[in-house]
């Protein structure tokens, strides 16, 4: 079956503009997660979403980053004002149930450069 | 806070040596540990994990992995190199004493393999 996508694979926008991110998990998953991966890091934990409610969004960095859910599915990473500090790849992951040992399927990534 | 360190961030091997990629995680709690290999230009793909039970864990693609809960380690191995094992490989905690679902990645280990 089909398995985690995002789009766009690339997207690159000025600093200040607005840029949303999308990730369409595999059919049926419950849970949903978006990291941020740097060069030459591992990927860094944004928010997870069990759902369509964020059960923990404590990755964030600040409040001009946003994410939504709306019907358990689809979500959108939202980012505000960006700044050249944002370019980075953001990875979507999702599974089928709540568990921590559960395995998360990943996406291949949306990489945004700022400029 | 709960942390993962993967020793090395390069590591070179002959095919058909022996693969040692090591990793350590601090928690006062055990937590779940998995690894993750990432191909270039592909999203992240689980090798194993480790949530309860037998300490020593195989995967994918002849790696295995031992959970020593007194080194605090999770260890990968692989008795014999193979070239398409070129990639990044990425050790991760979930659970443990921050709870939950956040999942921890270390920085990462570039596999290189030798003719």
Known sequence: ?115 | AQSVTQLGSHVSVSEGALVLLRCNYSSSVPPYLFWYVQYPNQGLQLLLKYTTGATLVKGINGFEAEFKKSETSFHLTKPSAHMSDAAEYFCAVKGGEAGGFKTIFGAGTRLFVKA
């Open chain 1, 1 to 115: 079956g089909a398995g985690v996508s995002q789009t766009p694979s690339n997207k690159v926008t000025e600093k200040g503009k607005y840029v949303e991110l999308r990730c369409d998990p595999i059919s049926g998953h419950t849970a949903l997660y978006w990291y941020r991966q740097s060069l030459g890091q591992g990927p860094e934990f944004l928010i997870y979403f069990q759902g369509t409610g964020a059960a923990d969004d404590s990755g964030l960095p600040n409040d001009r980053f946003f994410a939504v859910r709306p019907e358990g599915s689809v979500s959108t990473l939202k980012i505000q004002r960006t700044e050249r500090g944002d370019s980075a790849v953001y990875l979507c992951a999702s599974s089928d149930r709540v568990g921590a040992g559960n395995e998360q399927f990943f996406g291949p990534g949306t990489r945004l450069t700022v400029l």
